[in-house]
């Protein structure tokens, strides 16, 4: 009970930070500030991102993310490319999260505009966030292990790794020459590795009958 007030107050605080970035980097939409008045593209452009804070504010992720999606289509500067990140954070995606604000920070590092250094904090600071949040799971065989391959969730993976996953439901399966021979289901949390251990039992040997006249 003691530990929700602060992390409330922390999340009251990223949301008002994320806000207050959103219309400080109002003007990232259009190269030209001085003649967007002019330009009815951007202007619906900004309708939609205005459209996207107040869905942010109010915790609607979903339809938040709608928003700036479109956006960045059309018109991806970092800072429409951060709450892209962001919306997919709160989400639950965090490893997609984790990509999107790389993908910011990429385009942040070239624009030399006046309000980009703000976005790079807010980049930056989101993404330590997410290295200590991601959750870890830690593969591992036993028994009969030769010519047997791992999936994590349909994916190749290296058994003794810890491989960053989204927090959830996740499915690891051993594989010998493609036929599943041992599975496991589990669940992952933040801040959190799990170890999970696959057994492979040997196959059995067919013993055949001979027949004697």
Request: aromatic letters at 4%; glycine letters at 6%.
């Amino acid at each position: 009970m003691t530990s929700a007030a602060p992390l409330t107050a922390r999340r009251r605080r990223s949301f008002r930070r994320a806000a207050a970035l959103g219309l400080v980097c109002w003007a990232l939409l259009s190269p030209s500030w001085a003649h967007a008045q002019d330009d009815n593209a951007t202007r619906a452009l900004r309708l939609q991102f205005a459209q996207g804070l107040t869905l942010e504010i109010a915790g609607r992720w979903a339809d938040a993310l709608a928003r700036f999606e479109g956006i960045a289509r059309q018109r991806p500067t970092a800072n429409v490319t951060y709450h892209v990140g962001l919306c997919h954070e709160r989400l639950g995606r965090l490893r997609t999260a984790e990509r999107t604000y790389q993908h910011a920070r990429a385009i942040a590092n070239v624009d030399t505009r006046p309000a980009t250094p703000a976005v790079l904090v807010e980049i930056d600071a989101r993404l330590q966030d997410l290295e200590g949040r991601m959750p870890r799971i830690v593969l591992n065989l036993a028994g009969a292990t030769d010519g047997v391959t791992l999936l994590l969730d349909g994916e190749v993976a290296q058994p003794s790794r810890a491989i960053r996953v989204d927090p959830g439901p996740h499915v690891a399966v051993a594989l010998r020459h493609g036929v599943p021979v041992a599975a496991s289901a589990f669940s992952s949390h933040e801040r959190r590795t799990r170890f999970v251990t696959l057994t492979v039992h040997p196959v059995a040997l067919r013993v055949s009958s001979v027949s004697r006249p």
